[in-house]
């Protein structure tokens, strides 16, 4: 059993499954008592047997429970690596993207692979090595501008609406005097 299920909160967990075991035991034990007594039957028998059946659906459900728990935890774990692989491999990249923009052109050996044109060979060390990193471009900011015009709109309505406005907006402004 992992640690992890040893926590104040899977603790409180396990005492609820062992003590509703005991439970429907016990349950079990007095329906077999009853069953035997001159006014038990049948029914009392079958619930005698009923009642162990659900202190072991009980653990079953309980080790399920436990068992995806721990898959997902696992899960997690290898996406938080993945994640992580990929937040340093990009951040190889960005180092090498900067060291090849700081070197001069006489250094950097810039020159795109016939399979990958987004891909540059920059050198690694003062050794001849050559690393291949794949850069993207840079996102182009767009700026957008709207401009207001003096548009003749030949709408009779609106022209109304807009006249009906500005006569409330000067009723408006001689109360406000």
Request: aromatic letters at 8%; charged letters at 20%; glycine letters at 6%.
């Amino acid at each position: 059993m992992s640690r992890r299920f040893l926590t104040p909160g899977w603790l409180f967990g396990h005492v609820l499954v062992v003590a509703s075991v005991l439970l429907t035991l016990r349950l079990g034990w007095w329906q077999l008592e009853r069953s035997h007594e001159s006014t038990g039957g049948a029914q009392n028998f079958g619930y005698a047997l009923l009642w162990p059946a659900f202190g072991a659906a009980f653990i079953y459900m309980w080790s399920r429970f436990l068992k995806l728990e721990t898959l997902r935890a696992e899960g997690e774990e290898e996406a938080h690596a993945a994640d992580v692989s990929s937040m340093l491999a990009e951040a190889e990249g960005l180092t090498a993207a900067a060291a090849q923009a700081s070197a001069s052109p006489t250094q950097a050996a810039a020159t795109p692979t016939a399979a990958d044109p987004m891909a540059t060979q920059i050198p690694v060390s003062q050794k001849n090595h050559l690393q291949t990193i794949h850069t993207e471009p840079a996102p182009v900011p767009v700026i957008g501008m709207g401009t207001v015009g003096d548009e003749d709109n030949d709408d009779p309505e609106l022209i109304a609406y807009n006249r009906a406005l500005a006569a409330l907006a000067e009723q408006d402004h001689r109360r406000a005097r």
